[in-house]
Structures are given as structure tokens and as C-alpha cells.
């Protein structure tokens, strides 16, 4: 096998290959390749975080400290969430552990607003005038 051949190896590479296999493909994946391995244990996204809005932790940072892109960073915190991790976030400050019962509905709050207005898009868009 000559170098263009060669398959992925990275771990980014390798979630990235699985990921864009599911997006395309319409096929049923595991997230469970979504860690990073540290000292031969999985590592998850909130191992990195800290309890409180003020230690917020940028995407950058966690793409760096993770050695992934940030798409696979932001389907690793959905995992997370989805398996009961209350992982928040903050466009200013970044992703954090609710220190607070505030804090945790600051964010809840946040997304769902964020979902009524790309609902509230989306009905615009089906509105729309039709495709000439």
C-alpha cells in the first residue's frame, strides 16, 4: 500500500472517516469511538471541564487538549448531555459543569430559545416563495 492508499490512523481521522460514513451513508453508528484514550483510559470532553460559568473552557482549548477538530468535540459533548451529563455552554465564555440550579437553567433556557428560533426559521423557509 503506497502513502495515497494508506488508511487513517489518527483517532481524529479515524472519527471523522465514521462520522462522515453516517452523515452520507444514512448509517446507524456508535459515539463511543468519540473519546480520546490518556494513559490507557477514555477520556470525555467534561473530564476537562470545571463547575462554574467563570471557568469556562473555550472550543479551541478543548479541540487542543482533546487533539480533535471541533466538530467531533461538539458530537462528543452531545453524547454527554444525551447519556445525562449536564454540560453547558456559553458563547462568550465556552463549555462548563453547572456550579449552580441557575446556572443549569440559564442554559436550558438559552437552548431552547435557540431551538424555537430555528423552528421559527425553518416555518419561514417553507413559507417561501417556490424554486423557479
Known amino acids: 500500500m503506497n502513502a495515497k492508499e494508506k488508511a ?9 472517516a465514521a462520522t462522515e460514513t453516517a452523515a452520507f451513508g444514512g448509517a446507524t453508528i456508535s459515539y463511543d469511538y468519540l473519546t480520546t484514550t490518556a494513559a490507557g ?13 467563570e471557568n ?7 479541540k487542543k487538549l482533546m487533539e480533535t477538530n471541533g466538530r467531533t468535540v461538539r458530537l462528543m459533548i452531545q453524547q454527554e448531555r444525551l447519556s445525562g ?3 453547558c455552554a456559553d458563547n462568550l465564555t465556552g463549555y462548563y459543569l453547572p456550579a449552580t440550579e441557575e446556572e443549569r437553567t440559564a442554559c436550558v433556557r438559552s437552548m431552547r430559545h435557540r431551538a424555537g428560533e430555528i423552528m421559527r426559521t425553518a416555518r419561514a423557509i417553507e413559507r417561501g416563495a417556490g424554486l423557479d
Do not use: C, M, N, W
Open 8 to 16: 487513517p490512523t489518527s483517532a481524529a481521522t479515524l472519527a471523522e
Open 41 to 53: 483510559r477514555q477520556r470525555k470532553v467534561s473530564d476537562f471541564l470545571s463547575h462554574g460559568r
Open 56 to 62: 469556562a473552557v473555550p472550543l479551541r482549548h478543548l
Open 85 to 87: 451529563t449536564p454540560i
